[in-house]
């Protein structure tokens, strides 16, 4: 991949990276209840989703999946009932009272949070088409592999860069909600906002 090249790709790589969706309401989730470090540590779910997905890209087995239409069903309804019951848990949470929905998120242990970020990215079928139609736009044939490779890494690097952009945001809005009222409704918009990417991602449809 050439320079000029890789000067187009990154900004237009990182406009996707900083795109409000599930996972990266997560780490503004995550950022204002638990902090930066968590958030980050927790992100590496999502990173691990996208590794696997740029790898199956790479190979091939990316664009298979994005030309199914079964596929693309099956992961999408999968990937939006997950986000829907994510946010349903959420808004029951913040149902319960004002102590209880402050501890949402700090009383669960890390590891869920993980497998919170992992399977809300695995299960989105839009994330393997960003990796089998907008990476191939930027991809030198002659360095097929090479290519992909830098293509990845950047990707994913840009993808921390976002996912800390995110957590010092939520952290940032934590300080001036401290008071448990405030905190209830934080809890409601963000599983509201969760569930609403939930039904929209059912009724997305696998481009032509």
Do not use: H
Request: contains cysteine; glycine residues 8%; hydrophobic residues 60%.
């Amino acid at each position: 991949m050439s320079w000029n090249t890789f000067l187009l790709f990154a900004p237009a790589c990182f406009a996707i990276n900083l795109a409000f969706g599930p996972n990266n309401l997560l780490s503004l989730t995550y950022g204002m209840r638990s902090g930066v470090r968590v958030a980050a540590v927790a992100a590496l779910g999502r990173l691990v989703a996208f590794a696997l997905m740029i790898f199956l890209a790479a190979i091939g087995l990316g664009a298979v999946l994005a030309a199914s239409e079964q596929a693309f069903s099956v992961v999408k309804w999968a990937g939006a009932a997950y986000l829907v019951w994510l946010g349903v848990k959420i808004l029951r949470a913040s149902g319960k009272g004002e102590a209880v929905a402050r501890d949402t998120f700090s009383r669960q242990p890390l590891a869920t949070l993980v497998a919170q970020e992992f399977w809300t990215a695995i299960g989105n079928p839009k994330a393997i088409l960003v990796f089998t139609a907008f990476f191939p736009q930027f991809i030198d044939l002659n360095a097929y592999g090479a290519s992909f490779a830098v293509m990845g890494a950047t990707f994913l690097l840009l993808e921390i860069v976002a996912i800390v952009l995110y957590a010092l945001l939520g952290r940032r809005l934590g300080s001036f909600a401290r008071t448990g009222r405030t905190l209830t409704w934080f809890n409601r918009v963000s599983g509201s906002t969760m569930v609403a990417f939930g039904v929209a991602l059912a009724f997305a449809r696998r481009p032509a």
